[in-house]
Each structure stands twice: as structure tokens, then as C-alpha cells.
């Protein structure tokens, strides 16, 4: 097993159309100041940051999400010069025409929305401060860098005249953090006008280290995949009364009893799929003699799941369908048994385990307690990219440009992304950005104190430039 899947592809359509690899990617910062190229892509990023564009739950004001959408043609003028651009209700394509239509379009997209600040920043989540080597805000990592790097990589290439192989669409949302709309609305019009795509770029895993514990090294985490979502109500009922005289089993109780069996999770059987037994193939290369059954996935399967449930929560959720319970809610007093009690389960459902398996599973395991549910969001599982075609090797090929000392490897993404519903207009959806995150930053996602190094934007622009020469 040779580490990078690309290595015998001399015959390919991605080895002809290879660019060279750039020249210089990472930027001198070991005095405290950026180079000019760095400073100027941190301005261009601040002013993407400064502009709040928090999620609008209610869907009723779009004002904010459209002038973030005019400050982008300020910022990258050739490339929304050069395009035909469209805009939506939540969300915009823009489509840069190529040589020829030979070969199918591709799409890079990374939505505009971020979730609320909550909680006490060190730098205002909103002030794009530059502090310690890093510039600080929400949205930088999710997904407002990722929507800057593409962006300025086609800009920078739009300027100097350069024209892609073929179509290359940009599409971005301001729905991602809420239910998708934008996305379904998009997807729903490429689909009617006959584009299909033959990849699709959007954001995803990013670099870590160390992902798994014994994994020495740096790792492209590159989703190819990710699994479904569902919100499901379960709703236990009882005549009520005065909680003087209680009796037993009351709703509450009943609830609490199912979660307590429930977060067990053993209804829901332990598997590994082709990209996950792929991803721990990589990582046993690093592993020293702990690798060794990690070796053989496949072989190894059933003793190495119930060794990863064990030891960490974020390979046991690649690993099974999980429920979390998330919302809940009694009685108005607190001396009154409530005549129906309720709590909010968040699925993520499994590949193997599928929409249906998952809901039967659980739905059996609430009749035991005399819980009904409710379904209430049901979304599919994502198709799983092949992580032997096309679209996954030109990503590895750009992380071995651009950060030779980083091992690429599939992963399946338990968050849910914008390109769930791109799958009805492509078969090779990839989920990945190029930045290097530490654990802090791993954590600021969704939390507080968002932030990216400094470091990381020189090559992000080179990393997409990469693809969009290589497509
Ligand atoms: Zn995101």
C-alpha cells in the first residue's frame, strides 16, 4: 500500500493537465510581520469578517446577506467582471466560461452565513483583529476563509488572463447554518437546466495533527462524504396530575429512561465503510507498531470498532449512526406531572445503517418506554465520493503541491454541508478546505475564538489555483 492513491496514474486525464507546483507558499513571519502579499489577502479577509452575516433563523431579513454579496464584486473585480453571475434569494452562482465544453463544469462553493458569537471572545468576533501571528473573528474558519481563498485564487488567475479548461462555477449560500434552502434552491436550478457537474468543491475537513491519537503526523482530512441528519421528536403522554401523589413511570421519567438506553447507542450496529477503513490504512503508516491493526481495516474490522468507541467520541461517530438529545420540555409548574412530555433527538445516521434502519432502531427502542416519535427533519446521507476517482486525486495532488509534508486522507464528514444537495447534480462531491488548525481552532468552530494563522492564506490561494489550472 503505497500512502498517496495517485502514484500510478501516468495515463490519467489529471496527470496531462497537472500544472507545476507553485513556487513559494509560506509566507517569513518569524519576526511578527507579513510579507505584502500576506497583509493584502488578511485586509480582503477582514473585510469579509467585519461584515456580520449571521444566520437568519426566522428567514425574514436579507439585506445583510445582499450587501455582503456586493462587497464580494468590490473585492474580486475580474473575476465577477469576467463571469455571468445570478443572484438569489439566499445565495448566489457565478459561472467563469472555459476553452471549451469538452469535459463536464466544475463547482466550487463555501457558504457566507456564520452561526451567533455567543460567549466571551479574547477579540471581538466581528473585529477581524490581527493578533499573535493569527486574524481573529467568526466566520474565519467557517466558512468565510474558505469562500476568500476560492475566490481570490480565480481572481488573482481571472487578472492575469488566465481562462480554465472548462466551466468553473462558483456558488455560495447564505443558508448553510440553518436548513440548506439556498442550496436546494440552487442545485434544483442547475438541475433544470441540464448542468451537471463532474466534481464539486466545497468546504469540509482541513489539515490537523494528529487526528487520532498515535497518528504522528499532519493530515488532510478530505471529506468524501457525510453522513445524514434528522431531528425526531419523542413524546411521552400520561392522564397528568398533582406531583403530590406521582405514581411511577410518569413522562419524564419515561423520557429519561430512553435516553439513558438510547445514548448507549447499541442499536445502532458498528461498521466501517470503504473510506473510513481507507483513512485508517493512512494513518497506520504513522502509527509505529500500534499501526499494525490498523493495517488491515477490513480484516480488523470488528476489534478495531470496539476499540475506537472506547477511545474517542469522534472516530466512534464515523463509526455508527448517533442521537443526541438536544431539546426538552414538561409541565408549566412545578407541581403539575405534565400530560405529555417531549424531547428533541438529533440524528446523524450511518451509510450502513441508512435513514430508515436508523429511524425502525430507534423508533423500537421508544415503543419499549411507551414513547412515541415524530420524524421532523429527515435528510439523506450524502453519496460517498470514490476516493479512487477523479475528483479525490486532483485534491491529493494539490495538498502534495502545496503542503508536501501533509498525508491526504478520506474521511466522512458527521457535520452536515451545503453539497448534501448537490449529489443530484454531481457524483464526486469532495468536502475540504486547505487550512492548517490547531486543536483550539478545531474547537472555535461553532464556539468561540474563531480563528486561522496568518500562515495558512498564501497557500490556500495556491491550493485552489492548483485545482482550478489542474480541472
Ligand atoms: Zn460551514
Known amino acids: 500500500m503505497t500512502l498517496s492513491q495517485g502514484d500510478d496514474r501516468a495515463d490519467s486525464d489529471v496527470a496531462k493537465t497537472a500544472p507545476a507546483a507553485p ?23 477582514s473585510r469579509m469578517i467585519r461584515h456580520e452575516t449571521v444566520s437568519d433563523y426566522a428567514c425574514s431579513d436579507n439585506t445583510r446577506f445582499e450587501s455582503f454579496r456586493s462587497l464580494l464584486k468590490e473585492l474580486f473585480p475580474a473575476l465577477f467582471q469576467t463571469g455571468e453571475y445570478v443572484e438569489f434569494d ?15 463544469p466544475v463547482l466550487f462553493m463555501n457558504h457566507h452565513d456564520v452561526v451567533e458569537p455567543n460567549g466571551e471572545w ?4 466581528f473585529s477581524a483583529e490581527i493578533a499573535d501571528g493569527r486574524l481573529w473573528g467568526r466566520g474565519t474558519l467557517d466558512d468565510k476563509g474558505g469562500l476568500w481563498a476560492m475566490l481570490q485564487a480565480a481572481d488573482e488567475l481571472a487578472g492575469d ?30 438541475e433544470k437546466k441540464g448542468i451537471r457537474f463532474e466534481m464539486c468543491f466545497d468546504e469540509g475537513g482541513m489539515i490537523l495533527y494528529e487526528p487520532i ?20 421528536k419523542f413524546i411521552a403522554r400520561s392522564k397528568g396530575g398533582h406531583a403530590s401523589i406521582p405514581g411511577k413511570n410518569t413522562p419524564l421519567v419515561r423520557l429519561g429512561k430512553f435516553m439513558a438506553k438510547a445514548e448507549k447507542h447499541q442499536v ?26 490498523f493495517s488491515d481495516p477490513e480484516k480488523n474490522k470488528a476489534i478495531l470498532s470496539r476499540i475506537m468507541i472506547k477511545v474517542s467520541d469522534k472516530a466512534a461517530a464515523l463509526l455508527r449512526t448517533t442521537i443526541a438529545f438536544t431539546m426538552a420540555k414538561g409541565s408549566g409548574a412545578p407541581n403539575v406531572i405534565p400530560s405529555e412530555a417531549w424531547v428533541i433527538g438529533n440524528m446523524r445516521y450511518s451509510h450502513h445503517q441508512g435513514q430508515q434502519g436508523s429511524f425502525e432502531a430507534i423508533r423500537k427502542l421508544a415503543e419499549k418506554y411507551d414513547v412515541e416519535m415524530e420524524i421532523q427533519d429527515p435528510g439523506c446521507p450524502s453519496r460517498l465520493t470514490d ?19 501533509v498525508v491526504p486522507v478520506p474521511y466522512i464528514m458527521t457535520g452536515c454541508s451545503d453539497s448534501r444537495f448537490f449529489d443530484r447534480v454531481c457524483d464526486q462531491c469532495i468536502r475540504f478546505l486547505p487550512f492548517e488548525i490547531n486543536d483550539q481552532q478545531l474547537d472555535s468552530i461553532h464556539g468561540i475564538n474563531e480563528n ?20
Open 23 to 45: 513556487e513559494r507558499f509560506y509566507t517569513n513571519m518569524g519576526d511578527g510581520k507579513m510579507d505584502r502579499q500576506t497583509q493584502q489577502y488578511a485586509d480582503t479577509l
Open 90 to 104: 439566499d445565495g448566489f452562482v457565478l459561472k467563469w466560461a472555459g476553452k471549451s465544453n469538452a469535459k463536464g
Open 122 to 125: 479574547e477579540h471581538g468576533p
Open 161 to 190: 488572463g488566465f481562462t480554465p479548461e472548462r466551466d468553473v462555477w462558483f456558488s455560495s449560500t447564505s443558508t448553510e447554518e440553518t436548513t440548506g434552502k439556498g442550496a436546494d434552491e440552487i442545485s434544483h436550478w442547475f
Open 213 to 232: 491519537g498515535g497518528a504522528k503526523g499532519k493530515f488532510a482530512m478530505i471529506g468524501v462524504g457525510e453522513k445524514g441528519c434528522a431531528d425526531l
Open 268 to 293: 445502532f450496529p458498528l461498521d466501517m465503510n470503504p473510506a473510513v477503513c481507507e483513512m485508517f490504512r493512512r494513518f497506520s503508516l504513522y502509527m509505529g507498531l500500534e499501526g499494525k491493526l
Open 387 to 405: 476516493y479512487n476517482g477523479t475528483a479525490f486525486r486532483l485534491v491529493e495532488e494539490a495538498v502534495h503541491a502545496v503542503f508536501p509534508d
Open 452 to 471: 486561522l494563522d496568518l500562515t495558512t492564506l498564501v497557500p490556500a490561494v495556491s491550493f485552489y489555483q492548483y485545482l482550478m489550472k489542474a480541472v
